[in-house]
């Protein structure tokens, strides 16, 4: 009966969590170490805490130790450094964050506090014992071994040393030289798209659809004079 209720309880939690992510499955990656490069990239790793639908495959794959040994790999590799530097100098890295701005991401988490099902879809992969076994083999997993014996290689602290004079560094420290990118900036930051529904205020149309009909000149034009009385009838 206990294994009955178990076993419909992780069923429930498995149908909430595909619910939840409804409509995400595209945007979502799906490999650890498409993961990692998404949350690496200034330019998209604030997506996930910008709706509940996306949080939840994203904290279903922190848990799992596959991101934790492909975002170890990541950080051992100084490409992953240079990515991250020049996304800072992305204009999407500022969309990316100035997107918390919009009421409607505060609004879509009050709704999840009071949705059952994000609760029970998060704790989903706490209930899943597949975890905890992921966990207990992870040192003996190859991936982790490699990621080990990745330390040990002169390699990794050549290409550390020659990171530098890499192409990629070069083209990353002369962005700043372009004055395009200055340009790109002052864009983004005019764009109303980039504050979301907020983006409305500083949006020119919204004030042009708020002036239609009002004329000024009806405002300022003289007050027309009234009209002259009868004249009175010719005496007989």
Do not use: C, E, H
Not at 47 to 75: G, L, Q
Not at 152 to 166: C, D, E, I, K, V
Not at 205 to 228: H, R, V
């Amino acid at each position: 009966m206990q294994i009955a209720k178990l076993t419909a309880a992780l069923i429930a939690a498995a149908v909430s969590s595909a619910a939840l992510a409804n409509g995400t499955a595209a945007a979502t990656p799906a490999t650890a170490d498409a993961w990692v490069a998404k949350m690496t990239d200034p330019t998209q790793n604030a997506s996930a805490f910008r709706d509940p639908k996306t949080f939840v495959p994203w904290m279903n794959a922190m848990v799992d130790p596959a991101t934790s040994i492909a975002m170890t790999n990541a950080m051992m590799n100084p490409a992953t450094s240079l990515n991250f530097m020049t996304g800072m100098m992305n204009p999407a890295s500022f969309q990316n964050y100035m997107q918390f701005m919009d009421p409607a991401v505060q609004m879509k988490w009050m709704a999840a506090a009071m949705d059952p099902n994000f609760y029970t879809a998060a704790m989903t992969p706490f209930m899943n014992p597949n975890l905890y076994m992921k966990w207990m083999m992870a040192p003996m997993d190859p991936r982790l071994l490699s990621t080990g014996m990745q330390a040990l290689n002169p390699g990794m602290y050549a290409n550390w040393m020659m990171a530098p004079m890499s192409p990629q560094a070069m083209n990353a420290m002369m962005m700043p030289l372009n004055p395009s990118l200055y340009t790109n900036w002052m864009g983004a930051a005019a764009n109303p798209q980039t504050y979301g529904t907020m983006g409305s205020f500083i949006d020119p149309a919204t004030y042009n659809q708020m002036l239609q009909g009002f004329n000024p000149m009806a405002i300022m034009a003289p007050a027309a004079a009234p009209a002259a009385a009868p004249a009175a009838p010719a005496a007989q």
